[in-house]
């Protein structure tokens, strides 16, 4: 077995030991600045949720791959809206929507060959009062102005919590997160997705309610 394919089967067993019995939680293979072939390799592997991260790289190989067709894509990186375009041409979903104007252009760019583009918002939980984002309450109105648009479906948010050792801190970042989703939960029946956790904190995302986990580094290695 070649290192990737034990490194993703590695992966899929940590998830189910930390996942309870009744919580499917998804893994999202984070394949930036890695070459298309080990993204042949994963899905040949049964890997099938593929994020990327800029734009122009994503759409090389999401062309170079139209081969893999049950392959999906996640935009997962910061989007300008000179790029909407391309993205709401070539990605099944973009976890990173911050603000209407972005979702308004993905809706008006999405082709009508197309299903519906799947969207999370994405949430800036920090304890430091320094770092900006968006609230809960920015968060019910951005929600509110996206369940207009037909074509997109909002599925839920996503989150990077900022870096910190303190399992305590980390876990009141994903707990807070967890009720942020929860309450968007009561008010849209589409949302099903909190996506928060990465190669370093993926067992306790999961513990606070994750329903998709980011995993780059631990699958295809370190990045340079
Ligand atoms: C790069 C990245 C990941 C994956 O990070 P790893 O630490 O390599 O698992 C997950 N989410 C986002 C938003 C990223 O940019």
Request: net charge neutral; hydrophobic share 40%.
């Amino acid at each position: 077995m070649s290192k990737l394919t034990s490194n993703l089967a590695n992966i899929k067993n940590q998830i189910a030991a930390c996942s309870p019995s009744n919580h499917n939680v998804q893994l999202l293979a984070v394949s930036k600045t890695k070459p298309l072939d080990m993204i042949r390799e994963a899905y040949h592997s049964g890997q099938r949720l593929f994020g990327e991260n800029y734009v122009q790289e994503a759409i090389e190989k999401i062309q170079s791959a139209s081969d893999l067709t049950e392959i999906e894509w996640h935009l997962i990186g910061p989007l300008q809206s000179n790029k909407t375009k391309q993205v709401a041409e070539h990605f099944d979903w973009v976890q990173s929507i911050d603000r209407f104007k972005i979702a308004q252009r993905l809706n008006d760019q999405r082709p009508d060959n197309l299903p519906v583009l799947n969207v999370c918002i994405q949430v800036n939980i920090s304890n430091e009062a320094s770092k900006s984002g968006l609230t809960s309450e920015a968060v019910c109105e951005l929600a509110a102005q996206i369940s207009a648009l037909p074509n997109l479906r909002l599925r839920g948010i996503m989150a990077i919590p900022a870096k910190t050792k303190d399992e305590q801190e980390l876990d009141q970042a994903f707990s807070q997160l967890f009720e942020i989703y929860k309450n968007l939960q009561q008010e849209y029946s589409s949302v099903d997705t909190l996506s928060m956790g990465m190669s370093q904190d993926m067992a306790q995302a999961i513990k606070n309610g994750s329903t998709m986990v980011r995993i780059g580094s631990a699958i295809f290695g370190q990045r340079t």
